[in-house]
């Protein structure tokens, strides 16, 4: 896996890798397979901005198309990651906001991360 930008307001599907100045704070800081075959797949991954908080993600064949869902504990339970916002001021960050929908997918859950 590698991290990259989404640029979507230059497109749908418009990517762009990070700085190498970028990857120092926001890349993938280490990666491991926790299961590989079959239909699908189980990685886990830590981001360098946040590297105790590990995202577990699994690949399944869905219709045809290679699907992905991402897990992460927020506010202390294990949630479907929907969305992270990264505040920045310059190239320091503020804090990282998690997003994401409880494993019982009735309540969003939310998380401010603070260095």
């Given at each position: 896996m590698f991290a990259y930008w989404r640029?979507?307001?230059k497109?749908?599907?418009?990517l762009e890798p990070l700085l190498p100045l970028e990857e120092k704070a926001y890349g993938i800081e280490r990666q491991r397979v926790l299961s590989n075959g079959g239909p699908g797949g189980k990685v886990e991954l830590a981001l360098r901005a946040v590297p105790t908080r590990p995202i577990v993600i699994l690949t399944a064949m869905n219709a045809g198309r290679c699907e992905a869902r991402s897990f992460v504990t927020i506010s202390g339970e294990s949630a479907l990651l929907s969305n992270v916002y990264v505040k920045?001021?310059?190239l320091r960050m503020d804090y990282v906001l998690l997003l994401g929908l409880s494993a019982d997918r009735r309540r969003v859950v939310r998380e401010k991360l603070t260095r």
């Open positions: 640029l979507n307001e497109g749908p599907g418009v920045l001021s310059g």
